[in-house]
């Protein structure tokens, strides 16, 4: 199993710009989640899927979108980005929600100039 | 608000030393916890959990955490640390909070263990 995958591992935008990270999970999983992890403050949530067809906000959802496009996939959409999105950005699935041990992917480390 | 607190957020030890990394967190409710790990240049993984039942739980790789209620506090132990045990250990909080169920992430302690 490869567990939780993320593309891209690096990516550089330019302000404004657009993009999306995939993650995709082959646990059969049925909750997804989006992190991100900046320097001194630990993963904060941006979104996550308790199950297949729905989406809730987290900590910090401002200025992304996500797409749980089917049990496997849960999709993190950047649609104009902003410096302040310079992180660390990683997903992660578990069985149930949050008390439920949670893996998670490599990562994708976004720079916004 | 719901926060989870590791006040060392850098600690720096030699192989064999005992290590105690603190949390502490503020939530009245039950709560679930959690110490995760990231190994350098690795996912981030679960080291040890509690829910319920002794207080006293046990992880992988000799870790161990005790939960003491009274004091909102779930810190991490090892009596010998190895250079293997370098990495970033997370404490997490689960519980409810404004209604819905959350996992909350501290901070971060990087450890650096020196031969």
């Known amino acids: 199993n490869a567990g939780v995958t993320q593309t891209p591992k690096f990516q550089v935008l330019k302000t404004g710009q657009s993009m999306t990270l995939q993650c995709a999970q082959d646990?059969?999983?049925?909750?997804m989640y989006w992190y991100r992890q900046d320097p001194g403050m630990g993963l904060r949530l941006i979104y996550y899927s308790a199950s297949e067809g729905t989406t809730d906000k987290g900590e910090v959802p401002n200025g992304y979108n996500v797409s749980r496009l089917n049990k496997r996939e849960f999709s993190l959409r950047l649609e104009s980005a902003a410096p302040s999105q310079t992180s660390v950005y990683f997903c992660?699935?578990?069985?149930?929600?949050?008390?439920?041990?949670?893996?998670f992917g490599p990562g994708t480390r976004l720079t916004v100039t | 608000a719901q926060s989870v607190s590791q006040h060392n957020h850098h600690v720096i030890l030699s192989e064999a030393a005992s290590l105690e990394l603190g949390c502490n967190y503020s939530?009245?409710?039950?709560?679930?916890l959690f110490w995760y790990v990231q190994y350098p240049g690795q996912h981030l993984q679960l080291l040890l959990k509690y829910f319920s039942g002794d207080p006293l739980v046990k992880g992988i790789k000799g870790f161990e955490a005790e939960f003491i209620k009274s004091k909102f506090s779930f810190n991490l132990r090892k009596p010998s640390v190895q250079w293997s045990d370098t990495a970033e250990y997370f404490c997490?909080?689960?519980?409810?909070?404004?209604?819905?169920?959350?996992?909350?992430f501290g901070a971060g302690t990087r450890l650096a263990v020196h031969p």
């Open positions: 646990m059969n999983h049925n909750s």
């Open positions: 997490a909080v689960n519980g409810f909070s404004g209604g819905y169920n959350k996992l909350i």
């Open positions: 939530y009245g409710g039950t709560v679930n």
């Open positions: 992660a699935s578990s069985d149930g929600q949050f008390y439920y041990e949670q893996y």
